[in-house]
């Protein structure tokens, strides 16, 4: 069974730093584009970016490009999303969603539980 | 890369059908036979229902269909269920290895 389970929930205070992980099994993690998606409280669906964990491609939204940082270790099947300084604006739910593979990969075939991370002083 | 246009919210009785929209451009919904469908029920992570515009992963009932024309993308879901009480998401390539989302809709089974 494909699963991707994510980190738990995080309280942080605005300025600090956190590393949330996405840990994939069931299948060949290191093949599969990795892709972080936001939901705000109340919100909808944002797509952060997408990053390949065989060999550390990545594309950023704009938007979140120089706000995160998405790393992987693909000996341990494990994604990673960043934040050097944490904003109040950071609260959200954060999903990593495994991108599908074919001839038309493009869609999201499997989504973690997601992590909660608040920010508040 | 703005988000896919959809209304925020749809409705329909038990058994009849209720069609979402979603609205983006000829960089996205419009240039690529690349869209998808997510359910998301409250407190859960999102459900992938239809991708590649009208097809349907194994388990998804056929109740749920999608179609496209230019740059709107819809998603109808027939013979409503109270099950079927969701918010529902389009997504879309827009090139380049980018995805953008649609707004959300929430669909109310009355």
């Known amino acids: 069974e494909v699963q991707l389970v994510q980190s738990g929930a995080e309280v942080k205070k605005p300025g600090e730093s956190l590393k949330i992980s996405c840990k994939g099994s069931g299948y060949s993690f290191f093949h599969y584009w990795i892709t972080w998606v936001r939901q705000m409280p109340g919100k909808g669906l944002e797509w952060m970016g997408i990053f390949y964990p065989n060999d550390s491609d990545m594309k950023y939204n704009p938007s979140f490009q120089g706000q995160v940082t998405f790393s992987g270790d693909k000996s341990i099947n494990t994604a990673y999303l960043q934040w050097n300084s944490l904003k109040a604006s950071d609260t959200a739910i954060y999903y990593c969603?495994?991108?599908?593979?074919?001839?038309?990969?493009?869609?999201?075939?499997?989504w973690g539980q997601g992590t909660l991370v608040t920010v508040s002083s | 890369q703005s988000a896919l246009t959809q209304p925020p919210s749809a409705s329909g009785s038990p058994g009849q059908s209720v069609t979402v929209s979603c609205t983006g451009t000829t960089n996205d919904v419009g240039g690529y036979n690349y869209v998808s469908w997510y359910q998301q029920h409250p407190d859960k992570a999102p459900k992938l229902m239809i991708y590649?515009?009208?097809k349907r992963p194994s388990g998804v009932p056929d109740r749920f269909s999608g179609s496209k024309s230019g740059n709107t993308a819809s998603l109808t879901v027939s013979g409503l269920q109270a099950d079927d009480e969701a918010d529902y998401y389009c997504?879309?390539?827009?090139?380049?290895?980018?995805?953008?989302f649609g707004t959300g809709t929430k669909v109310i089974v009355l």
């Open positions: 969603v495994r991108r599908a593979v074919g001839d038309s990969p493009f869609y999201f075939d499997s």
């Open positions: 590649d515009v009208n």
């Open positions: 997504s879309s390539y827009a090139g380049s290895n980018t995805y953008v």
